[in-house]
């Protein structure tokens, strides 16, 4: 058959119909327990940041840092797209995903050279993520100074 | 047994934000870069809307690891700039409170890319 038999929409709502329960209950499981299992190693960063005396500014910075560094390094040497297809959410949602959503296309397409191939692709799942975060940022720091000048 | 219990805590919270993204991936045609913006936009919004916050206070690192935890420190530090700075502290607070990941995933991300060579996917 040379057609494609179903279009993509068919094609989901078949897989979603045909997908034994217990399947879609494992998804959950593993996307659970990498996800939490991430959270609870920035948990020991937290408090091994408390131990340094590093300050409540600062504490945040060194989880956060050090997660991304896990990300991108796992990434690099492939074991976070092994990860990845293991969790599924459990790996994409934890910072460590966003980092590896950066590396990853990074990676992917060095042979594009150093600026159109590794320094453009870094965004590509990125980029959308800050453009639309930082603005909604700005949106409620605008808000919130125009309701703390008018109504406060 | 207190720590114990903020790493339960933890746990069950971060995984289950991580399972709202699989319910998300299973359940939807959403692509995986719009389910990341849904994550961080819904933190900025659930922040402004103050539901953040307490979970945040509840939870630790389960509520601040996912990328909602991401909107959550853009919007506060939007907040908290323009407390201290007026008006232009909606313009550098957001940025200003995650510079340090932003800067990490940039900086790791290109060291990454200039040392490993690609994978076969798995």
Redesign the interface.
């Not at chain 2, 934000?17 to 359940?27: A, E, P, S, T, V």
């Not at chain 2, 939870?59 to 389960?62: E, K, R, S």
């Given at each position: 058959m040379s057609r494609q038999p179903y279009t993509?929409?068919e094609y989901?709502e078949l897989v979603?119909r045909l997908t034994p329960p217990s399947r879609?209950l494992r998804?959950?499981w593993r996307?659970?327990?990498?996800?939490?299992?991430?959270?609870?190693?920035?948990?020991?960063?937290?408090?091994w940041a408390e131990q340094l005396n590093l300050g409540e500014i600062t504490a945040?910075?060194f989880?956060?840092?050090a997660?991304?560094?896990l990300?991108?390094?796992l990434?690099?040497?492939?074991v976070y797209?092994?990860i990845g297809?293991y969790a599924?959410?459990?790996s994409?949602?934890?910072?460590t995903?966003?980092?590896n959503?950066?590396?990853a296309p990074?990676?992917?397409f060095?042979r594009e050279g150093?600026i159109t191939g590794?320094?453009a692709r870094?965004f590509?799942?990125?980029g959308?993520?800050?453009a639309?975060?930082?603005s909604?940022?700005?949106a409620?720091?605008?808000?919130?100074?125009l309701v703390?000048g008018w109504v406060l | 047994m207190e720590?114990l219990w903020?790493?339960v805590k933890?746990?069950?919270?971060?995984?289950?934000?991580?399972?709202?993204?699989?319910?998300?991936?299973?359940?939807t045609?959403l692509t995986?870069?719009r389910?990341?913006?849904i994550?961080?936009?819904s933190?900025?919004?659930l922040?402004?809307a103050g539901v953040y916050k307490p979970l945040v206070d509840f939870?630790?690192?389960?509520a601040?690891?996912?990328?909602t935890?991401?909107?959550y420190?853009?919007?506060m530090?939007?907040?908290e700039?323009?407390?201290k700075y007026?008006?232009w502290?909606?313009?550098t607070?957001?940025?200003t409170r995650t510079a340090?990941?932003?800067t990490?995933?940039?900086v790791?991300?290109?060291?990454?890319?200039?040392?490993?060579?690609?994978?076969a996917?798995?």
């Open positions: 993509p929409d989901r979603s879609m998804g959950y996307a659970f327990w990498v996800g939490g299992t991430i959270c609870c190693l920035g948990q020991a960063l937290t408090l945040p910075m989880t956060t840092s997660l991304v560094f990300g991108t390094t990434t690099g040497i492939g797209d092994v297809k599924g959410a459990g994409a949602i934890p910072v995903g966003f980092a959503s950066m590396a990074a990676i992917e060095q150093p590794v320094g870094l590509t799942l990125a959308p993520v800050l639309y975060g930082i909604a940022s700005v409620v720091g605008v808000v919130y100074w703390k | 720590i903020m790493f933890a746990f069950v919270v971060g995984g289950l934000i991580c399972d709202i993204g699989q319910l998300l991936i299973l359940r045609k995986n870069a389910i990341l913006v994550f961080v936009v933190g900025v919004v922040t402004a939870a630790g690192a389960g601040t690891v996912p990328l935890g991401f909107g420190s853009l919007a530090g939007a907040i700039a323009v407390n007026g008006f502290g909606a313009f607070g957001g940025i340090a990941g932003i990490a995933a940039v790791f991300g290109l060291l990454n890319a200039l040392i490993f060579r690609p994978h996917k798995p």
